[in-house]
Nanobody, 120 residues
């Protein structure tokens, strides 16, 4: 069974930084794309950043220039990261790791989420 486990969330002051990690385990060699999503209270889940298998990345306008998505597949660690700099109170949300496999069949995998709280 494929599992995604996030870590690295916490409480930080505005302007600070956090680095989220997502450890991937299970019978999958790689995803076609991996992403970070976030969901604030009362809001829909939104995609924050995505990285394709070829390495290309895309960011939501709200985090462009502040966040960086990367992955580490060396030594079988298979970990996804999100470096978050210049954090703002509006970045407060639960952050989820996501993996997409084209298959077929098309499948999505989610982690349980990690809370990020940015105080003003």
């Amino acid at each position: 069974q494929v599992q995604l486990v996030e870590s690295g969330g916490g409480l930080v002051q505005a302007g600070g930084s956090l680095r989220l990690s997502c450890a991937i385990s299970g019978p999958i060699s790689s995803f076609n794309a991996m992403a970070w999503y976030r969901q604030a209270p009362g809001s829909q889940r939104e995609q924050v950043a995505v990285i394709a298998s070829g390495g290309s990345t895309h960011y939501a306008d709200s985090v462009e220039g502040r966040f960086a998505i990367s992955r580490d597949r060396d030594n079988a660690k298979n970990t996804l990261y999100l470096q978050m700099n210049s954090l703002r109170p509006e970045d407060t949300a639960v952050y989820f790791c996501n993996g997409l496999s084209y298959g077929p069949p098309l499948r999505q995998y989610w982690g349980q989420g990690t809370q990020v709280t940015v105080s003003s």
